[in-house]
Nanobody, 120 residues
Framework: QVQVVESGGGLVQPEGSLRLSCAAS????????MGWYRQFPGKERDMVAV???????DVADSVKGRFTISKDNAKNTVYLHMNSLKPEDTAVYYC??????????????WGQGTQVTVQG
């Protein structure tokens, strides 16, 4: 029903910047939420920055002041702008979209993930 695809990851030196993009298969205006998560090796997936209903934002303390989230409804795309990157930011970054499968059942769509490596 909803599919998302991430892009923009890569290798960057400390203090560098990257912009990740997440393109959805349909309009993102009616989604419950859409945003970014990351997973470190051997650890659970953690929320990074998410748009909720009504445009509210939830940003993890670990990235506040360095990462910002934005969206372009016309392009069905959400972005993660990552600045002042640190080696500790190295992870696989995933896009997630939550939507109503039925009137009462919520569902999730996850992207394939994009690797961000901060090293140098």
């Amino acid at each position: 029903q909803v599919q998302v695809v991430e892009s923009g990851g890569g290798l960057v030196q400390p203090e560098g910047s990257l912009r990740l993009s997440c393109a959805a298969s349909r309009s993102i205006s009616t989604l419950i939420s859409m945003g970014w998560y990351r997973q470190f090796p051997g650890k659970e997936r953690d929320m990074v920055a998410v748009f909720g209903s009504g445009g509210r934002m939830d940003v993890a303390d670990s990235v506040k002041g360095r990462f910002t989230i934005s969206k372009d409804n016309a392009k069905n795309t959400v972005y993660l702008h990552m600045n002042s990157l640190k080696p500790e930011d190295t992870a696989v970054y995933y896009c997630n979209a939550k939507y109503w499968l039925t009137e009462t059942i919520m569902s999730d769509a996850w992207g394939q993930g994009t690797q961000v490596t901060v090293q140098g």
